[in-house]
């Protein structure tokens, strides 16, 4: 009676044990779910970014002629030989366009890229060999940075509908600047404002 009682609770352990094993290892593969903070050559609005964040809606972001976009990940990508990376676009309503898309590490603002791949905007391009291509030696790449390099026909640019990341659509957020941002560019304001003014005083003085 005791050795059954015993092996009971060993298979009430047991149980409980496995249960909390793959409660981990969900909740580590909820963990390593994609998301990234926007960033661009272009003025936007703070917060999450739907468009870009959305499979299938046909939105996205576009991107003209010389200006780019980037993400910058919370979790690592290219750290296993199975990692992929999806970047959907969408063509344009006239002519046609051409992206250029690097992937690497941050690096503290001071990117190091891995691979640079071009995707005429209407297709998609799939990346599944990063780890081999250098984000192993970076410890994993967290970056991409997307530009349009060309663009024909009458085409506003290119549109990146949004970037898949071992199957899982990115969650993208554009942030708020700082206090410090905001304090450098008031600053930065008042400078040229400074500056416009004494210079209007020196030519009526002048004159």
């Not at 939105?59 to 010389?66: D, F, K, N, R, S």
């Not at 051409?98 to 503290?108: D, E, K």
């Not at 071992?166 to 040229?192: C, H, K, Q, R």
């Amino acid at each position: 009676m005791c050795d059954l009682r015993r092996l009971t609770e060993n298979s009430s352990i047991a149980r409980a044990l496995g249960a909390a094993l793959a409660a981990a290892v969900l909740a580590g593969g909820q963990a390593r779910a994609a998301t990234a903070t926007f960033d661009s050559s272009m003025p936007y609005a703070p917060g999450p970014m739907t468009t870009l964040s959305t499979a299938g809606d046909g939105l996205g972001q576009l991107v003209p002629l010389g200006e780019w976009i980037s993400l910058l990940f919370a979790q690592p990508f290219g750290v296993s030989r199975s990692d992929t990376v999806s970047i959907f676009t969408l063509a344009p309503p006239t002519g046609n366009a051409r992206l250029t898309i690097s992937f690497g590490r941050y690096n503290g603002g001071s990117p190091v890229f891995a691979d640079t791949r071009s995707v005429n905007a209407g297709n998609t391009l799939t990346v599944n060999n990063l780890f081999q291509r250098g984000c192993s030696a970076l410890g994993g790449c967290d970056f991409i940075f997307i530009t349009t390099t060309r663009q024909r026909g009458g085409a506003p640019g290119a549109t990146v509908d949004y970037v898949g990341v071992n199957g899982e659509t990115t969650e993208v957020t554009a942030p708020t600047p700082d206090l410090s941002v905001w304090s450098m560019m008031v600053l930065g304001f008042a400078g040229v404002a400074w500056r416009m003014k004494t210079r209007k005083a020196y030519s009526f003085s002048s004159a």
